[in-house]
Structures are given as structure tokens and as C-alpha cells.
């Protein structure tokens, strides 16, 4: 049995307080009555997640949690006290994070980037806000231009600090973002570049070249859903055209460039026309 994840064990015998379930080596752990159906019968598998209650003793739930063992998750803390801050993490028993493991004192309500792992010392699963520790930028499975999977865990002047694939680290920098971005988001990037000391730049776009192409279907599209005609131009606001087309200035001047060069649009001053 695997404490921290989601694990396929059999039912064994009911009880007065709920279900007992086994796996292949014959350990059992119950399933409290209160997540039980009353369909489940003898020899039923159930998908179940494992955990300790709150006197330690290892059970299991059918609820959903928001992180599992080795994962980095978005939570919010919805208590402190003299042991530590606790968080929400979709379990009746709440989530802790020890002082020692805060980077910074924690605060009531605010949502914060954690890993979960099994502390060895008392065998329950806690989790840290330190999750710099968890990831090296050493050992690369990824190059530039690759697309990978983001976390964002922490702001700065410069942009923000993002989770990349679950191993490394990088910096999304800030005048390179044109939509909101909050801690915890989990967005799709591109590898920008990676320096000779290993920090790694990402881009919430692609490289250029795919991105202006992309942003030409995307100018087209809106185009025929508007009838054919956007009210904008090279002289509409950086906002305007986010607005509308979720792309920066930059590249709304360059894909229009390109399109008016195919002869697929005509440009007036205050709008775009699609040429039929």
C-alpha cells in the first residue's frame, strides 16, 4: 500500500464502521462508512486514496485531493497554529506545512505553491513551501523551443519563478506577460533560453516565427467572426487589441504586416478589412 497515492485494492469484509480493503500481499485498511455507497460488496475493487486521520492511523478516502505524494500544488491555508500553518488540500483532515519548512511566515487565506512528501521522522505526509529543493536545473531533459508545463510558485521584480515539468526551474520575465498571472497557475511555456550557468528563460508564447503564424489564424478568425472587420490598427491601444485578440502590440503589427503582404486583409486608419 502506497500512503500519499491512489491505490486499487479489493474489498474484504464488512464492518460496523465501515469497509476493510486488502491488496495482493494480504495488508487490509479501512474505508470509513461514511464514503461508502452501499453498493460495494466481497471482491469489489475501489480506487481509493491513502492517507493518515487525524489520530495517524492510515485509511482510506474516495475523496479527490488536490495534491498527492511528490506533486507540487496550489493551496490555500485555512488554519495556523502553534505546530504550524494548515491547508486546504480536499481532505477532511487539513494538510500542515511545519514553521521549519515555511520560507516565509505564511499567512491566513493566501494560497501558496507546496510539494507533499512523507516526513521519515513520523511517517505522515506533510508539505513544504521550500520546493526550490526539489528542483535542479544540473541534469536538462529539455532544450529550447521544447514546450513544457509550468507552475508559476513565486514573483519578483524581474517576472516570475515557474515549476517546469515538475524537475526544473525558470523565470517567465515580466515584460514579456500580457494576460494576469497569480501563484499557482499551471500554464503551457516554451523554452526561451538556456543560460551557460543552467537558469533557464521561458516564454509564455513560442518562438517567433510559430508564434506570428499562430496569431495570423488567429486575427483571421476573429476577422469572420466580427463580419469581416476589426476596429483596430497599428494606432489602437496595447489593450484594445489584447482585448480582442489576446496578443501583445508587437505582434499584432507584425501579423498584419504579413497578412496585408498576402493580400488576404486592407488596413485603414481605424480598421482591418478581410479581402473577399
Given at each position: 500500500m502506497k500512503i500519499g497515492e491512489i491505490n486499487t485494492l479489493k474489498v474484504a469484509r464488512d464492518t460496523p464502521h465501515g469497509i476493510f480493503l486488502v491488496d495482493e500481499e494480504g495488508e487490509d485498511v479501512l474505508l470509513p462508512g461514511k464514503y461508502l455507497t452501499g453498493s460495494e460488496k466481497e471482491g469489489d475493487v475501489l480506487a481509493v486514496?491513502?492517507?493518515?486521520?487525524?489520530?495517524?492511523?492510515?485509511?482510506?478516502?474516495?475523496?479527490?485531493?488536490?495534491?498527492?505524494?511528490?506533486?507540487?500544488?496550489?493551496?490555500?491555508?485555512i488554519d495556523?497554529?502553534?505546530?504550524?500553518?494548515?491547508?486546504?488540500?480536499?481532505?477532511?483532515?487539513?494538510?500542515?506545512?511545519p514553521f521549519?519548512?515555511?520560507?516565509?511566515?505564511?499567512?491566513?487565506?493566501?494560497?501558496?505553491?507546496?510539494?507533499?512528501?512523507?516526513?521519515?521522522?513520523?511517517?505522515?505526509?506533510?508539505?513544504?513551501?521550500?520546493?526550490?529543493k526539489f528542483l535542479s536545473n544540473d541534469d536538462l531533459m529539455i532544450g529550447e523551443k521544447d514546450q513544457v508545463?509550468?507552475?508559476?510558485?513565486?514573483?519578483?521584480?524581474l517576472g516570475y519563478d515557474v515549476i517546469?515539468?515538475?524537475?526544473?526551474?525558470?523565470?517567465?520575465?515580466?515584460?514579456e506577460v500580457f494576460a494576469p498571472v497569480k501563484i499557482g497557475d499551471k500554464l503551457t511555456g516554451f523554452v526561451k533560453k538556456i543560460r551557460p550557468d543552467g537558469k533557464i528563460d521561458i516564454s509564455l508564447q513560442p518562438d517567433i516565427k510559430t508564434h506570428i503564424e499562430n496569431s495570423n489564424d488567429e486575427i483571421l478568425s476573429a476577422l469572420v467572426s466580427h463580419g469581416g472587420v476589426l476596429k483596430l490598427s497599428d494606432q489602437s491601444t496595447p489593450e484594445e487589441i489584447y482585448e480582442t485578440l489576446h496578443i501583445s502590440k508587437k505582434t499584432f503589427k507584425k501579423s498584419i504586416g504579413n497578412l496585408y503582404k498576402q493580400g488576404k486583409i486592407t488596413l485603414d486608419h481605424n480598421q482591418i478589412t478581410m479581402v473577399k
Open positions: 486514496f491513502l492517507y493518515n486521520d487525524s489520530e495517524d492511523r492510515i485509511v482510506a478516502t474516495t475523496e479527490k485531493p488536490k495534491i498527492k505524494l511528490n506533486e507540487f500544488a496550489a493551496l490555500k491555508v495556523v497554529n502553534k505546530s504550524g500553518v494548515f491547508l486546504d488540500w480536499g481532505l477532511e483532515k487539513d494538510l500542515l506545512v521549519k519548512e515555511q520560507n516565509k511566515k505564511m499567512q491566513l487565506g493566501n494560497t501558496y505553491v507546496v510539494r507533499m512528501y512523507l516526513d521519515e521522522e513520523t511517517d505522515r505526509l506533510v508539505a513544504t513551501a521550500k520546493v526550490k508545463n509550468l507552475i508559476v510558485f513565486n514573483q519578483s521584480d517546469i515539468n515538475e524537475k526544473h526551474m525558470g523565470l517567465v520575465f515580466r515584460n
